[in-house]
């Protein structure tokens, strides 16, 4: 069974950057796709970046420049370095897995099978 448990959350102001971390166990030898979604207060859960089975990243267009993802595999933990943030980068973070066979639509929740328990990212101005 693989687990994932996110952390590295926190208050930033505006400019500011934070690294969310996100360690799976029961991953190892696995392929899987590992992914970042966010979910703003208000809004529905979405996409932010993903990490195919080989390691290919994927962002959205928000994310694209600002963060990036990334992976230690001898630690098998998932990162996302987020600088410049915005007022709007404000919510609660997610990594998630996917396991084969693989979707394709990496900023669809509906694409991942388990899921870490959230980290709050909060960006005042």
């Known amino acids: 069974q693989l687990q994932m448990l996110a952390s590295g959350g926190g208050s930033v102001q505006a400019g500011g950057s934070l690294r969310l971390s996100c360690h799976a166990s029961?991953?190892?030898?696995?392929?899987?796709?590992m992914g970042w979604l966010r979910q703003p207060p208000v809004k529905e859960l979405e996409g932010v970046a993903a990490l195919d089975h080989d390691g290919t990243p994927s962002y959205v267009d928000f994310a694209k420049g600002r963060f990036t993802i990334s992976k230690d595999n001898a630690k098998n933990t998932l990162y996302l370095q987020m600088n410049s943030l915005k007022p709007e980068d404000t919510g609660m973070y997610y990594c998630?897995?996917?396991?084969?066979?693989?979707?394709?639509?990496?900023?669809?929740?509906?694409?991942?099978?388990?899921w870490g328990q959230g980290t709050q990212v909060t960006v005042s101005s």
């Open positions: 998630a897995a996917e396991a084969p066979p693989f979707g394709g639509s990496w900023w669809d929740q509906y694409e991942y099978h388990y």
């Open positions: 029961g991953v190892a030898n696995r392929p899987v796709c």
